[in-house]
C-alpha cells in the first residue's frame, strides 16, 4: 500500500511558474516508481513527467524544455514548472509503483501505475 500526497497547485498567469511536490507514504520502506499524470476538463489522464534511476528524466513532449522533474530521496517528487500556458491547467496526480528494482522504465502509462494522489488543481490563465 503506498499514500500519496500532493501540494503546491494554484492558480498563476500564463508565462507564470508553479513548483509541486508529491510525498509517498510506503510499507515497510518499499522502494516504488514515482511520475506526475495530469487530467483536464474533459479530457483522458496524460503523463507529464516521471524520474527514474540514477536522476533519469521523461517527459510528455508537450512540456519538455518548461518542466523539470526531481527527487530527493526515495519518497518524495518535485515538479518544477515554468513558462506555464493556459494548455497546463488541470488537475495534476501523483502516481506510484511499487518496484522491486530501480526505476528503469519511467513509464507515463496511466495503466502501470496502481496508486494514486488525490490531485491538486493548477489553473493558468491567459
Known amino acids: 500500500e503506498v499514500q500519496l500526497v500532493e501540494s503546491g497547485g494554484g492558480s498563476v498567469q500564463s508565462g507564470g511558474s508553479l513548483r509541486l511536490s508529491c510525498t509517498a507514504s510506503?510499507?515497510?520502506?518499499?522502494?516504488?516508481?514515482l511520475a506526475w499524470f495530469r487530467q483536464a476538463p474533459g479530457k483522458a489522464r496524460e503523463g507529464v513527467a516521471s524520474v527514474g534511476a540514477f536522476g533519469t528524466t521523461n517527459y510528455a513532449d508537450s512540456v519538455k524544455g518548461r518542466f523539470t522533474a526531481s527527487r530527493d530521496d526515495a519518497n518524495s517528487l518535485y515538479l518544477q514548472m515554468n513558462s506555464l500556458k493556459f494548455e497546463d491547467t488541470a488537475v495534476y496526480y501523483c502516481?506510484?509503483?511499487?518496484?522491486?528494482?530501480?526505476?528503469?522504465?519511467?513509464?507515463?502509462?496511466?495503466?502501470?501505475?496502481?496508486?494514486w494522489g488525490q490531485g491538486t488543481q493548477v489553473t493558468v490563465s491567459s
Open positions: 502516481a506510484a509503483v511499487v518496484t522491486a528494482t530501480n526505476c528503469f522504465s519511467m513509464s507515463l502509462e496511466v495503466a502501470n501505475y496502481p496508486f
Open positions: 510506503t510499507y515497510a520502506g518499499s522502494r516504488v516508481c
